[in-house]
């Protein structure tokens, strides 16, 4: 059974940084593709980024410049580097994972296996 962790979450203020992190075990997360997800209180969960280990990252536009994910697979964990930080990007972000093979997918509902979140939240 996949399990994933995240962690790295906190109190930034805006125009700061924070690197979330993705522990994955159960599995080897080279064989998935990892997303980024974050919800917001009376919002549907949205994609941030997605990251396979044979290609490039993909990025939502309201972050694309400012957010970056890399993985480490010797330490089974991704990465999401978060830069200049705005008060809209406070939420809880989640990471998720599916088989590569199934290939990239920005729906939350196609992503089964699923962290417990960790919450940014950045101040004005």
């Known amino acids: 059974q996949v399990q994933l962790v995240e962690s790295g979450g906190g109190l930034v203020q805006a125009g700061g940084s924070l690197t979330l992190s993705c522990a994955l075990s159960?599995?080897?997360?080279?064989?998935?593709?990892v997303a980024w997800f974050r919800q917001s209180p009376g919002k549907e969960r949205e994609i941030v980024g997605s990251?396979?280990?044979?290609?490039?990252?993909d990025y939502a536009d309201s972050v694309k410049g400012r957010f970056t994910i890399s993985r480490d697979n010797a330490k089974n964990t991704v990465y999401l580097q978060m830069n200049n930080l705005k008060p809209e990007d406070t939420a809880v972000y989640y990471c998720?994972?599916?088989?590569?093979?199934?290939?990239?997918?920005?729906?939350?509902?196609?992503?089964?296996?699923w962290g417990q979140g960790t919450q940014v939240t950045v101040s004005t």
């Open positions: 990251n396979w280990s044979g290609g490039s990252a």
């Open positions: 159960g599995g080897t997360v080279s064989d998935f593709v």
């Open positions: 998720g994972a599916r088989v590569v093979w199934r290939g990239l997918s920005t729906r939350a509902s196609d992503y089964s296996n």
